[in-house]
């Protein structure tokens, strides 16, 4: 059974930094892949940046390029999210998720509040 711990959210001021963690917890496929994701009061979930274990290849949502990048460190099972210069239409929970190659994604972490102020 995997379970994903995401840690690192908070308030922060607009302008300001934040990283989120997501530890791995429990066996889990050689290759799969990683997102970090939001969800805003009253809005749809969005992608926020994903990435791929095996190869490190990465997407980021265009709102995001630039500003946030997301990084695995295999050794500590961890995925992370560094957000720089936020902005307050980044405020949302925010949380990780796993997909196996191919797949949906079917395991999540049950998320961190991120509050900019403007």
């Known amino acids: 059974q995997v379970q994903l711990v995401e840690s690192g959210g908070g308030l922060v001021q607009a302008g300001g930094s934040l990283r989120l963690s997501c530890v791995i917890f429990?066996?889990?496929?050689?290759?799969?892949?990683m997102g970090w994701f939001r969800q805003a009061p009253g809005k749809e979930r969005q992608t926020v940046a994903t990435i791929r274990w095996s190869s490190g290849s990465t997407y980021y949502t265009d709102s995001v390029k630039g500003r946030f990048t997301i990084s695995g460190d295999n050794a500590k099972n961890t995925v992370y999210l560094q957000m720089n210069s936020l902005k307050p239409e980044d405020t949302a929970v925010y949380y990780c998720?796993?997909?196996?190659?191919?797949?949906?994604?079917?395991?999540w972490g049950q998320g961190t509040q991120v509050t900019v102020s403007s």
């Open positions: 998720a796993r997909a196996q190659v191919g797949r949906e994604y079917d395991v």
């Open positions: 429990g066996r889990t496929f050689s290759d799969y892949t």
